[in-house]
């Protein structure tokens, strides 16, 4: 068997347990590789197809590194937390020893969270009136939201070829049920269980008190387009990663993604435990 790491080489203490995990899963008889880092030895990612286990050191963006390594890969995911929120992590050092997390995961005692995805195509028109099409996907959200030369975006909106509104704003944030605790919570969305499979729409920062968040059906395509009535330059995040696109942004068009992220965690009520802790403050190990 073959176990993927993925650390954050910036947290000296995930490093430091990543090399303790690589000895403990050698002298187990695992086959074990590394991702490649700007901070580390290793220049060019391994080949990652084959593996049975991918284990993250980190907080959720190394966990959202992950999944983008993988890229549709229906690999599990097991998230160690070294971070400052750990959402997304089955555990951390300081709640449970992390070699008898990893001999769970490893034995097929973990429970598997299948997480949906989102795939986005942004289409960009160059100055010669030629488009050019970015896809990208998912784990979290997709935001659009007013670029640095913008005072705010227009932009209409459709789900599924029906028209929702025109709107003025700082942007917007489509997101999984997975997202919807990240941006699209600070935006005024809700909490939504990760077995939802539709998307979160939820406009930032809108002009006029009438907009509000709404869900779709996993079946549909939520649509962007940019407004010509008052033309600007929005800057598109991809699970946090800037898009750098080819022209001006024309459209966006999201739909659920084509493969689910595999996350493994010790039941359904992790879900709602981190929930509790991370956002009404209350400890379960009282």
């Not at 303790?20 to 050698?26: D, I, P, Q, V």
């Not at 997390?101 to 100055?127: F, K, Q």
């Not at 598109?236 to 024309?250: K, L, S």
Request: net charge negative; with cysteine; hydrophobic share 40%.
């Amino acid at each position: 068997m073959k176990v993927f790491l993925v650390p954050n080489y910036y947290k000296q203490e995930a490093v430091e347990s990543g090399l303790m995990l690589e000895l403990w899963l050698t002298r187990q008889g695992y086959e074990v590789a590394w991702a490649a880092d700007q901070r580390s030895k290793i220049q060019s990612t391994p080949d990652i197809d084959g593996s049975d286990l991918v284990i993250t050191l980190g907080g959720d963006g190394t966990l959202l590194r992950a999944a983008r390594i993988l890229n549709h890969r229906e690999i599990p995911i097991l998230g160690l937390s070294y971070g400052h929120l750990g959402f997304l992590t089955a555990a951390s050092p300081e709640e449970r020893d992390i070699l008898q997390v990893v001999s769970d995961a490893l034995s097929g005692e973990l429970h598997v969270s299948r997480r949906a995805t989102i795939a986005a195509d942004i289409v960009s028109v160059r100055e010669d009136g030629t488009k050019d099409v970015v896809r990208t996907f998912a784990l979290n959200d997709m935001a659009l939201t007013r670029g640095p030369l913008s005072d705010m975006v227009e932009f209409d909106i459709t789900v599924s070829g029906h028209h929702i509104d025109r709107l003025r704003g700082d942007g917007v944030v489509v997101s999984t049920a997975t997202g919807s605790t990240g941006y699209a919570l600070s935006a005024g969305g809700p909490i939504v269980s990760p077995d939802y499979t539709g998307m979160v729409c939820v406009p930032i920062a809108p002009h006029t008190i009438q907009a509000r968040a709404f869900l779709t059906s996993p079946s549909d395509v939520v649509e962007i387009f940019m407004s010509d009535d008052r033309p600007s330059v929005p800057a598109i995040a991809i699970d946090g990663q800037f898009i750098t696109c080819d022209g001006t942004v024309d459209s966006v068009a999201v739909r659920r993604g084509p493969g689910d992220v595999l996350l493994l965690d010790y039941g359904p009520e992790s879900f709602y435990n981190s929930v509790s802790r991370v956002f009404y403050g209350v400890r379960h190990d009282r």
